[in-house]
């Protein structure tokens, strides 16, 4: 599946990566194509606390502040929020036509509506944007979830109306920007199918997978995706959003549906040590992946038998880490705590998801 957008075409099943603030830590945009990321998942919301949507339009817009020449995603930061006020209501209130947000840095308090938000995401200069949406939790109680759909609807509905506001008003060349709308119902799978229905009749077209991808287990909730794939149609855009660990990136491809990935899980274990590698080497007769069958596995580079190691992390690996160097210097920088242990470890774990993306797009999934 191809998405258009104004800064290139995005291809699906990929993962993309979180830029939270704008930058993956440690790495720049040349870094990350040298990597092969097609794209960045950027939170409208923290860009709002810091620098301000004013200071990006300033510096020229998104792409141009972060130096990124391919497609930007920007999230809506609703699920930041949701989990900021759910755990301590001093944060702020949910209401049914907007959200207070006080944010835990003690700044000026910052009111959401569905309509700021696509107005925020326009200003930015996003090629995807998110509606914002009511997130609830895996554990929330039934009622709540229902009401979380209701909001998540009306929501979606409004974000459209200005969406389309917005496109009449500017004109630009090349594709439009695309609004996805996530949706909810936790884990109750006729919840999640009526509210993907909602929204396909409230004129979306394009879906995330809203609230926690996860149960209270850690287990994947992977029947929820299965209802997504019955309900939306084929070609409509999906984000798994917040997913994830390789072995779910094949899992949900073997569902039949090619989803946007984003997660922050590679970027925040290269930085705590755990590298992703191959058992064997990827694609050689152009298998499909196999979900559940261990094809990777993750190493810990501080373990005292990598600091002699003279092998790369892995052989199947072609970016500057593995090119270059060996496990033991990457132990070495890391036990000096120098910061080129942080760059080199994420562009690794990051070439790993391109290069399962690249298996996934071109083989897909299986589930053995
Ligand atoms: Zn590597």
Redesign the pocket.
């Known amino acids: 599946m191809e998405i258009s957008t104004a800064h290139g075409p995005l291809r699906a099943p990929c993962y993309i990566p979180d830029a939270t603030r704008g930058f993956v830590r440690s790495v720049d945009a040349s870094d990350l194509e040298a990597v092969g990321i097609p794209a960045l998942m950027i939170n409208a919301y923290h860009l709002m606390t810091r620098p301000g949507i004013r200071v990006v339009q300033r510096l020229g817009g998104l792409h141009a502040f972060a130096g990124w020449r391919g497609p930007i995603v920007t999230d809506s930061g609703g699920f930041q929020v949701f989990s900021l006020i759910r755990q301590n209501p001093k944060h702020g209130q949910i209401r049914d036509h907007e959200i207070v947000f006080r944010p835990p840095d003690g700044k000026d308090k910052l009111i959401l509506t569905p309509e700021k938000v696509v107005q925020t995401q326009f200003r930015l200069g996003a090629d995807v944007m998110v509606a914002l949406d009511d997130c609830t939790g895996p554990e929330a109680p039934a009622p709540e979830q229902r009401r979380a759909v209701d909001r998540t609807v009306a929501w979606a509905r409004r974000a459209r109306e200005e969406f389309e506001r917005q496109l009449a008003q500017r004109r630009s060349e090349g594709p439009p920007p695309l609004l996805v709308a996530p949706i909810q119902g936790g884990n109750d799978a006729a919840l999640r199918r009526h509210c993907a229905q909602a929204l396909i009749d409230a004129g979306l077209h394009a879906f995330g997978f809203g609230g926690w991808p996860l149960d209270e287990e850690g287990a994947l909730q992977l029947e929820m995706f299965a209802v997504l794939h019955e309900v939306l149609p084929p070609e409509a855009p999906l984000f798994a959003l917040g997913v994830g660990k390789p072995d779910h990136l094949a899992a949900i491809t073997a569902l039949g549906r090619p989803a946007v990935f984003d997660c922050s899980l590679p970027t925040r274990d290269a930085r705590h040590h755990r590298l992703y590698c191959f058992r064997d080497a990827p694609d050689p007769e152009g298998a499909p992946v196999v979900a559940g069958s261990n094809f990777y596995e993750r190493l810990y580079i501080l373990d005292k038998k990598h600091a002699t190691d003279p092998e790369?992390?892995?052989p199947y690996?072609d970016?500057l880490?593995?090119r270059r160097y060996s496990r033991g210097y990457l132990h070495h920088l890391f036990k000096c705590e120098d910061p080129l242990a942080l760059r080199l470890a994420t562009?690794?774990n990051l070439?790993f998801y391109t290069q399962l993306s690249d298996q996934l797009q071109r083989h897909g999934a299986t589930t053995g």
């Open positions: 790369p992390i892995s690996c970016a880490c593995c562009l690794h070439r």
